[in-house]
Every structure is written in C-alpha cells, then in structure tokens.
T-cell receptor, first 112, second 112 residues
Framework: NAGVTQTPKFRILKIGQSMTLQCAQDMNHNYMYWYRQDPGMGLKLIYYSVGAGITDKGEVPNGYNVSRSTTEDFPLRLELAAPSQTSVYFC???????????FGDGTRLSIL | GENVEQHPSTLSVQEGDSAVIKCTYS??????FPWYKQELGKRPQLIIDIRSNVGEKKDQRIAVTLNKTAKHFSLHITETQPEDSAVYFCAALNQAGTALIFGKGTTLSVSS
C-alpha cells in the first residue's frame, strides 16, 4: 500500500517556467489537499478537492491551478514560477474532512 | 476569519519531564481537532485526534484535552524522550467541514 505518492521529490525551476507537481493516492480517499510549507513555518492550504471534478481554493491559491479528473490523482500546476513559490509542497488525502489526513513525502521546489 | 492560535512556538524540556502545547480556535462549529508531528525533513504524521463529543483522549504517553466552551484544546506528552523532539501542529476543522486550519507549530526539544 503506497499511500500518497508525490513526484518529483526535488526540482529547481527558473523564473517564468511552468511545471506540474504530481500527487496520487491509492486509498480511495475522496478528499485531497495541497499545502505549502515555507522554512520554519506552518502549513498553508493552497487548494483542496472533495471529490473528482470538484476543487476549491484554500488560503493561498494565487499562482497555482489544480484539476481532479480521477479519485486517485490531484496535480498542482505552477504557471510562470516566481521566487516566492520556493517552498516544500505537501499533498494529503483523507476519507472526509473530519478524518485523518495522510501526507505524501513532499516536493522540494526552488525557483531561481 | 477562521483561525487557530498555537502556543508556545518553542518548548525545551528535560528528558522525563512533561510537555504541554495549547491551541485556541475561533469557529465554535469546529468539531474535529487533530495533532500532527513533523520530524525534520519529514512529512507531518497524525499522532492523536479528538472530536467534539469527548473531553479527553489518551494514547500511551500522549493525551489531548478539549474545552469547547473556552474553544481551546491541548496536547500533553508525559515522560518525554529525545525522539519526541519535533515540530507539533494542532488543527481544527473549518466551518464547512471540508478542510483543516493549522496552527503555526511548536518546536519541542527534549534534551537528555
């Protein structure tokens, strides 16, 4: 049972480039989340999804886009990368909002 | 807006002592309160959670208490060990019941 799988683990981007962070879960969870964690800081919610075809903004959605075409996958798209988006990105999933969230190992992204 | 305050931001204890971390939340409709532990460079992992229909929950050396009237909940770790050193995050479920609002974290250091 792989749980929540995030790819890539590390990435360096140049300013203005675009990329997609992948997240997949094999637990048949309906809810999926994307967070960013800046060094020494807490978790900030970027986007979340309560099921396939449904997405909603979190606290810091600007500069990001998401899609949820299947239950398993929840990719995060960065368009026109900026240095302020340098962070560690965590994907998580759960059966419901009031159920434990399971986190992936994170993607460490640097934008130079 | 919905908010979770967490204190203290750092906590240093001697091995064998107890540690207490406190959180307050703003939305009286919140009914789910998990605690996550994040070791350096790792993903957050759930250590204990509590729902609004109970006042206290224990799991070996870890306990969580909830006071709904005062809108605060606390994490208690007894007989601390060096491996308890980590960042601890509290969270509360948002009013819509769809996402967690995280505190900013407490860095716990246990010295032997």
């Amino acid at each position: 049972n792989a749980g929540v799988t995030q790819t890539p683990k590390f990435r360096i981007l140049k300013i203005g480039q675009s990329m997609t962070l992948q997240c997949a879960q094999d637990m048949n969870h309906n809810y999926m989340y994307w967070y960013r964690q800046d060094p020494g800081m807490g978790l900030k919610l970027i986007y979340y999804s309560v099921g396939a075809g449904i997405t909603d903004k979190g606290e810091v959605p600007n500069g990001y886009n998401v899609s949820r075409s299947t239950t398993e996958d929840f990719p995060l798209r960065l368009e026109l990368a900026a240095p302020s988006q340098t962070s560690v990105y965590f994907c998580a999933s759960s059966y419901g909002g009031n159920q434990p969230q399971h986190f992936g190992d994170g993607t460490r992204l640097s934008i130079l | 807006g919905e908010n979770v305050e967490q204190h203290p931001s750092t906590l240093s204890v001697q091995e064998g002592d107890s540690a207490v971390i406190k959180c307050t939340y703003s939305d009286s409709a919140s009914n789910y309160f998990p605690w996550y532990k994040q070791e350096l460079g790792k993903r957050p992992q759930l250590i204990i959670d509590i729902r609004s229909n109970v006042g206290e929950k224990k799991d070996q050396r870890i306990a969580v208490t909830l006071n709904k009237t005062a809108k605060h909940f606390s994490l208690h770790i007894t007989e601390t060990q060096p491996e308890d050193s980590a960042v601890y995050f509290c969270a509360a479920l948002n009013q819509a019941g769809t996402a967690l609002i995280f505190g900013k974290g407490t860095t716990l250091s246990v010295s032997s």
